[in-house]
Structure formats: structure tokens, C-alpha cells
């Protein structure tokens, strides 16, 4: 079980980097697994704490997602989320290659993990121009 957030403010979305497996070297929304005794809500501020070095809010549910990791299938519950101090900065840890807000514009041109475009556009955060 794993749980993510999707904070998305004046336009841009907050990504990171993998730096580990799955999709070491892709883009992402921060998440990450959930720990024993932990809730969902709370794995996922811990994990984009840990990955961006940002305190959020979380909201509400988004959506699910399924990702392949080798031959396990996680299942991820991604969460709205919101700066608590809104003048703070991503900033990547130990994690996380890099962590900023991306333009949704943008967001397309990166190199995604994969089926986060589709998942994205799914749930309403990216426009699909097909």
C-alpha cells in the first residue's frame, strides 16, 4: 500500500525525480509506501516531506493508481494537497533526484513514470490535446 499527493497551485504541479526504483530517473508525483500503523493521509505528508521537503495539507482523495515494481503491484491513493506555508520551496532529499513545480503546460515534455500522463489526464490535472 502506498499513498502520494498531487498539489497542483497557480498553474504548476509538484513532481520529483525518482531517484530509486520504480522509475528511477523519471518524474512523479511524491509518494511513497506506507508504513505499519500509518495512515494513508499521513504517509503521504511524510513521504512529500521526505521527498520534497515541504509540509502539506492533505485533502481529499484523487484517485488510485496501479504501478508494476518488478513483480510486486502496488497500489497507489494519491491525495490533494496544498503548501502549509505557501512561500516555501521544493527542495529534493534523500530520495528524490530533484523536486520543483512544473507548469502543466510542461508537465507532458518531461520524461513521466509510466501511465502518469494518462492517469493525470484521467483525473482531471492535464488537458489531453490527442
Not at 504548476?12 to 531517484?19: A, I
Not at 494537497?81 to 508537465?107: E, H, N
Request: glycine share 10%; with cysteine; aromatic share 4%.
Amino acid at each position: 500500500m502506498c499513498a502520494g499527493v498531487v498539489d497542483v497551485e497557480d498553474g504548476k504541479l509538484l513532481l520529483v525525480r525518482r531517484k530509486n526504483a520504480p522509475s528511477a530517473g523519471r518524474w512523479s508525483l511524491p509518494g511513497g509506501r506506507v508504513e505499519q500503523g500509518e495512515s494513508l493521509k499521513a504517509a503521504a505528508a511524510r513521504e512529500a516531506a521526505e521527498e520534497t521537503g515541504l509540509v502539506l495539507e492533505i485533502g481529499e482523495p484523487v484517485g488510485t493508481a496501479e504501478i508494476h515494481a518488478g513483480d510486486q503491484l502496488l497500489y497507489v491513493t494519491d491525495f490533494s494537497a496544498k503548501r502549509s506555508i505557501a512561500s516555501s520551496l521544493p527542495l529534493a532529499g534523500d530520495d528524490a533526484l530533484d523536486a520543483r513545480f512544473v507548469a502543466l503546460g510542461d508537465v507532458k515534455s518531461l520524461e513521466l513514470a509510466d501511465g502518469l500522463e494518462r492517469w493525470l489526464i484521467e483525473h482531471g490535472i492535464l488537458v489531453d490535446d490527442d
